[in-house]
């Protein structure tokens, strides 16, 4: 089908608003997650969300909320253990086997529902309805303004931590309400690639990001850019392909992650060995 | 006005006492070096004047009033680094970040943050390292990214927590020879922590000694020397000197050979 008559169908139309929100805020708040080295948690938060949208739909309420609402605790739990959490991928990762198991188990005694499974895990960004849409637009409005005013606490705090808490930085707070924020995003990505794949929309695209800037301003644009670039040209291709659109997507944040390698395997030098 | 003061200061850690009635003061202008054994209270003093531990008992002061959280008089360069070594992030932007960084809102610095950065920057002859991304940085040049940050808003009061750690004796000099040039050249009051006594020798002008809940505060010459640090150290303690350098020997060895054995 030509691309020209994509804009026509209403379906289409959402599917585009629904990606632009998510994608923004995918975008802008991965960046941070790079920077923190919080992509393995990101990672985490949707698996546990999981379970939340599986058991939302099993007592017949909206997956979406369902989702936020499970991420959302798991990310102040996250939050408040803190440091606790450094190197323990073991135990997080049993954590997320967990809800997931849950969630295998809420489908089972949902059973006439096996699409709704498919478009928990993969992502229906195609029948986003307008309930949702607006939810979305809700979210994203949420989490961007209140990533847009601890943006500048969070950087300090994860670039110096030590002297952020000097200076009169709630570090342990910004660290929580980052991941509150996180959990939202994870929310909304979910919506568009699903649950498991979280991954390409939240990591892929800031990683790509910091590999071809140094500079954070260019790298959180870029981030939010690529985000924006890929979900667009996933839609699009998957309009002219039929071909699933969380496919287009993934595929087209992995290699633009993966040239961005290319270009960055220039530039980085090895640390002199002089001081230590 | 003292730019520090201490009246029977006690400093703990929980349970653990750390510093006892302590008093001294510190001069406007003065480089001082504190030195002291693992858990003596070098960091933990240095807290107290940032004001992020208070004090159990008696006053601390800095330049007449109670300590307080965020001073903006008071640059802080602390002693655990955070791995930012590893990230593909600018310099300047590293240190831009801790421009007015406690303050709610957007990472914009506008003019007068980019001013005071590129100024920062230039005081520690990091012009070159600003544009290149912190993980192609060595050990001693992030450590003067960590200083241009520790003297952004121009402050009065520089606290420095073990800046030498994991530093090779080229490098040593150069921080020292640059913090000692800083502070003379703006009247900055210096506390400068450290194991080795010798590299700091020609830029001290008196010396912080801490250990066993005591300090000692003086000339080289009045507080590294055996009775004083046998006190301090809570063991016998010899202060030889070997041509202009001195070395500090315990029953066990020269003391500062375990300096480096850091948790940190």
Known sequence: MPIATMLEYEFMRHAFLAGSLVAAVAGAVGFFLILRNLAFAG??????????ATGAVLVGASPLWGLLAFTLVAAVVMGLLGERLRGRDVAVGIILSLALGLGVLF?????????????ILFGNVLGVDRQTLWALAGLTGVSLGALGLISRPLLFATLAPELAEAKGVAVRSVAVLYLVIVAVAVAEAAQVVGVLLVFALMVAPAAAALRLTTRVAWGLALSVLLALGETWAGLALAYWTDWPTTFWIVLLSCS?????LLKGAGGSASRP???H | MEAIELER??????????LSEVTLA???GEFIGVFGPNGAGKTTLLQAILGLLQPVAGGL??????????????????QQRASVADLRLRGWDFVASAFCGERWGLPVYGRAGRVAVDRAIEIVEAQGLAARA?????????QRLLLAQALLGAPQLLLLDEPLLSLDPHFQRAIITLVKRIGREQGITVLFTAHEVNPLLGAMDRVLYLGQGRAALGTVEEVITGPVLSRLYGSPIDVVQVADRLLVVSGHGAVDADAHRHDA
Request: positive net charge.
């Open chain 2, 134 to 142: 912190l993980c192609e940085l060595s050990g001693g040049e992030l």
């Open chain 2, 26 to 28: 510190i001069h406007r």
């Open chain 1, 273 to 275: 060995a002089d001081a």
């Open chain 2, 9 to 18: 200061v006690t400093l703990a850690r929980g349970e653990r006492v750390v």
């Open chain 1, 107 to 119: 489908l089972y005694f949902y059973t006439s529902r096996a699409t709704q499974a498919t478009a």
């Open chain 2, 61 to 78: 002061t800095v330049f007449g009033a109670p300590p307080l959280r965020g001073n903006p008089t008071a640059g802080y360069l602390p």
């Open chain 1, 43 to 52: 990672h985490a938060l949707s698996h546990v969300g999981f379970a939340g």
């Open chain 1, 256 to 260: 633009a992650y993966f040239l961005s």
